[in-house]
C-alpha cells in the first residue's frame, strides 16, 4: 500500500515539475519553485511514514484491501491466460483440421481405384470406336 502511495505521489509531483507552456490562466496561477515542491514532497512522505502509527486500524484494513485486490487482480490474470491459451489452443486444431482436410492430389474427374460406381476390373476396354481406329497418327512436323 505506501509502495502505491508513493509511486502515486512522485509521479504526480514529476508530472507537476513538467515545464508547461506560457498561457494567460497559467500566469494567474501561484508560482511555486522547484525548491519548494521538493519540501512540500518530503514533508508530505514523513507525514504518510507516521500515518500508520496515527491510525493504526486504518493501516490494517488498507493492508487487508491491498491483499483482496491484489488475489482479484491474480484471479483475473489467470483467467485472462485460460482465455488466451483456449483461443490459442481453438486456432490450433482449426489449422489442424483444415490441413487434414487437404485436397486429393486427383481432381476427381477420372475415378480412382475403389472410388467410382465401376471398379477398375470390371471398366470397359476397348472403347474406341472404328472411325477412331481408322485415323493414321502423325507426329509433330520437325521445324526447319
Known sequence: MRFLLRITF?????????????????????????????????????????????????????????????QRAQDGAKKIYQIINDK????????NEKTDKKAPDHTGSIAMAGEGDIAASEAPRDTLTQDDLALEWRGPEAAN
Open 10 to 70: 512522485w509521479l504526480g509531483l514529476v508530472l507537476v515539475l513538467l515545464p508547461r507552456d506560457k498561457t494567460p490562466e497559467s500566469e494567474k496561477l501561484p508560482q511555486i519553485g522547484a525548491a519548494d515542491a521538493v519540501q512540500a514532497a518530503t514533508a508530505a512522505v514523513s507525514d504518510m511514514t507516521q500515518f500508520c502509527k496515527r491510525q493504526p486500524a486504518a493501516c490494517e484494513v488498507g493492508g487487508q484491501a491491498a491483499t483482496i485486490i491484489g
Open 88 to 95: 490459442k489452443e481453438q486456432i490450433t486444431n482449426e489449422k
